[in-house]
């Protein structure tokens, strides 16, 4: 079957411009450690790299475009190939596309579990790590991104040590996807699946290390899955690493009924998920 046919399905990558307004979302911790309570990646159980999205192309352009006109303004006599660092990198999914638009790319990670996913990207070089403490050099970046990760921060400590690292006029690129719960069949997907999709475009991270006001570009796109995949991708949410088995056991069974009986998906049938990505940019 196709999308429910009562909602609108969003366009494949075509730039937006507002937004819904959204319920809260549930609170995170303020920084990433090696415990499951702060950190509930380290105890991810390998289906993150498979089954997470990736990021639309415009929304790595976005981030490619600022990070080259930052360098063209305030060095322009700078050589070689830009540099990115790539803060809470997961499974490497934002670096390996940086990389393919021709930046060289340290990737930050304090998760083994996360790192462990990674392919092997020639450009890419892996460092165990915080975004309050990196350990990466002093100006040396023209751009740092949080993908999916700046939610997990101190946005104080991430905002200083982003500063630090960052060249002069340096870009903070802060990127989140989600699944676009303006349509109503998507918002309940993720109410099922506790996805805490909803970071929204009228309120904007607030680092520290006294960057300019920040600017957003969205970007909506659909992804498609099978319903088992989508079942694996709930698996992969920190509210079910963190949740005892029969809160586990419940949160599939209500998948299963939803994608199955309610919405009546056959095994292996394709999905149309429509996403937004938000990508919030700000300089020195």
Same mark, same amino acid.
């Given at each position: 079957?196709?999308?429910?046919?009562?909602?609108?399905?969003?366009?494949?990558?075509?730039?937006?411009? =507002?937004?819904?307004?959204?319920?809260?979302?549930?609170?995170?911790?303020?920084?990433?450690?090696?415990?499951?309570?702060?950190?509930?990646?380290?105890?991810?159980?390998?289906?993150?790299?498979?089954?997470?999205?990736?990021?639309?192309?415009?929304?790595?352009?976005?981030?490619?475009?600022?990070?080259?006109?930052?360098?063209?303004?305030? *060095?322009?006599?700078?050589?070689?190939?830009?540099?990115?660092?790539?803060?809470?990198?997961?499974?490497?999914?934002? =670096?390996?596309?940086?990389?393919?638009?021709?930046?060289?790319?340290? *990737?930050?990670?304090? =998760?083994?579990?996360?790192?462990s996913q990674a392919s092997s990207v020639e450009g890419v070089r892996w460092h165990d790590g915080? *975004?309050?403490?990196?350990?990466?050099?002093?100006?040396?970046?023209?751009?740092?991104?949080? *993908?999916?990760?700046?939610?997990?921060?101190?946005?104080?400590?991430?905002?200083?040590?982003?500063?630090?690292?960052?060249?002069?006029?340096?870009?903070?690129?802060?990127?989140?996807?989600?699944?676009?719960?303006?349509?109503?069949?998507?918002?309940?997907?993720?109410?099922?699946?506790?996805?805490?999709?909803?970071?929204?475009?009228?309120?904007?991270?607030?680092?520290?290390?006294?960057?300019?006001?920040?600017?957003?570009?969205?970007?909506?796109?659909?992804?498609?899955?099978?319903?088992?995949?989508?079942?694996?991708?709930?698996?992969?949410?920190?509210?079910?690493?963190?949740?005892?088995?029969?809160?586990?056991?419940?949160?599939?069974?209500?998948?299963?009924?939803?994608?199955?009986?309610?919405?009546?998906?056959?095994?292996?049938?394709?999905?149309?998920?429509?996403?937004?990505?938000?990508?919030?940019?700000?300089?020195?």
């Amino acid at each position: 079957m196709s999308a429910p046919n009562n909602e609108a399905v969003a366009g494949r990558a075509a730039t937006t411009h =507002s937004w819904p307004q959204y319920g809260d979302r549930d609170t995170m911790p303020n920084s990433m450690s090696g415990s499951l309570d702060a950190n509930p990646f380290v105890g991810e159980g390998g289906a993150y790299n498979s089954v997470r999205p990736a990021y639309p192309d415009e929304a790595v352009a976005a981030l490619i475009d600022a990070a080259r006109s930052g360098r063209g303004v305030n *060095a322009p006599g700078r050589d070689g190939p830009l540099r990115a660092a790539d803060i809470g990198a997961g499974t490497g999914k934002m =670096s390996e596309l940086l990389v393919r638009g021709g930046l060289l790319v340290d *990737a930050v990670e304090p =998760s083994d579990a996360m790192r462990s996913q990674a392919s092997s990207v020639e450009g890419v070089r892996w460092h165990d790590g915080v *975004a309050e403490d990196t350990g990466l050099p002093n100006g040396l970046y023209d751009i740092v991104v949080f *993908a999916q990760s700046w939610h997990w921060m101190d946005p104080e400590r991430a905002g200083l040590e982003a500063a630090r690292i960052l060249a002069p006029g340096g870009v903070l690129g802060i990127v989140w996807n989600q699944m676009a719960v303006s349509i109503p069949w998507v918002h309940r997907l993720t109410r099922i699946m506790r996805s805490g999709d909803v970071h929204r475009p009228d309120r904007p991270p607030t680092p520290g290390g006294n960057f300019a006001p920040m600017t957003l570009t969205q970007v909506a796109w659909e992804d498609r899955m099978t319903p088992e995949e989508i079942l694996t991708l709930g698996t992969t949410r920190s509210s079910y690493i963190r949740s005892s088995e029969a809160g586990r056991a419940r949160m599939q069974e209500n998948l299963r009924w939803y994608l199955y009986d309610h919405l009546g998906y056959a095994p292996g049938e394709q999905v149309t998920i429509p996403y937004a990505t938000l990508v919030w940019l700000t300089h020195l």
